[in-house]
C-alpha cells in the first residue's frame, strides 16, 4: 500500500519511519501505523527515494515521530544457498524519533 509525503505529514503521529536501504545506498520510504506498513509517495505518485538519508529525516522533522530506522534486508543467505530457512536476515537500527531523543 501508499501514503502520500502530505497525508504522511499530516499525520498527528507516526509510529514509526522506516528509510529501507536498497543497493548504492538508495533509500525508500515507508511508515507503519497500526501495524500496516506503507510506502510514502511523492506529489507525483513515485515512491519517495533519495540517496540522501539525511534528506529523507529531514522531511519528518516537523512530524511527530515515535521511531525512525535505518532497515536493510540482507540476501547473503540466498547467495549461500541458505533459500529453504525461513528466518527473515534483517537488521535494524534506530536512527530518529522520541525514543532515540528519550532513551
Known amino acids: 500500500m501508499k501514503i502520500s509525503l502530505k497525508e504522511s505529514l499530516a499525520l ?30 511523492d506529489e507525483k505518485g513515485n515512491f519517495l527515494k533519495s540517496f540522501n538519508k539525511l534528506e529523507l529525516q529531514k522531511l519528518f522533522s516537523n512530524t511527530r515521530v515515535k521511531r525512525m530506522v535505518v532497515r536493510h534486508r540482507s540476501s547473503y543467505n540466498e547467495m549461500i544457498g541458505l533459500q529453504e530457512h525461513k528466518e527473515e536476515n534483517t537488521l535494524e537500527v534506530l536512527v530518529g524519533g522520541e525514543e532515540f531523543a528519550n532513551p
Not at 545506498?25 to 507503519?32: A, D, F, G, N, T
Open 12 to 41: 498527528e503521529t507516526i509510529e514509526k519511519v522506516v528509510l529501507n536501504s536498497y543497493e548504492q545506498s538508495l533509500y525508500l520510504v515507508s511508515i507503519i501505523n497500526d501495524g500496516e506498513e506503507r510506502f510514502v509517495t
